[in-house]
């Protein structure tokens, strides 16, 4: 577990611009079975999440279609939220950071963390840009 106030900072990169942190099983449960779609961001202390996948997930929601509900859970924090999230991420191995788009509660768009690390956020923004338009 990390301490708070180191990522503190880390959170607020999501929560700043509407993100919904989920830290138990059962607020995973329902955010994922919301109607619409929901982005889950796997959110960690890494150097890629840092550089690439949190300045995607903020970029993407400039699009016009964007997902109903954005939530995010923090790998090595917010442990039992994480793993719950990843079983409806399956048949993808766990990695974090990850990015997941769900509709009406089913899996319809995965990035896993050899999507984002090592390209630019940019280039991630548009692939979740891409889901969006087709499912949101």
């Known amino acids: 577990m990390y301490p708070a106030e180191l990522i503190k900072p880390m959170r607020e990169d999501l929560t700043s611009v509407g993100f919904e942190e989920l830290h138990t099983a ?3 449960d329902i955010a ?3 109607e619409g779609t929901t982005l889950v961001v796997v959110n960690s202390v890494c150097g890629c999440a840092a550089a690439n996948a949190r300045p995607a997930a903020r ?3 400039q699009n016009a279609k964007r997902p109903s509900h954005l939530t995010t859970v923090f790998a090595g924090v917010d ?3 994480t793993d719950k999230a990843r079983e409806y991420m399956i048949p993808f191995p766990p990695s974090s950071p990850c990015m997941a788009l769900f509709k009406n509660g089913e ?3 995965m990035l ?3 999507h984002i690390e090592g390209r630019p956020a940019e280039l991630i923004a548009e ?3 891409d889901a969006y338009n087709e499912h949101c």
Do not use: F, P
Request: charged share 30%.
């Open 26 to 28: 059962e607020s995973v």
């Open 32 to 34: 994922i079975a919301k």
């Open 59 to 61: 970029m993407s929601l």
């Open 79 to 81: 442990r039992e939220a």
């Open 107 to 109: 899996l319809v768009h």
């Open 112 to 114: 896993e963390r050899h």
């Open 127 to 129: 692939n979740l840009v």
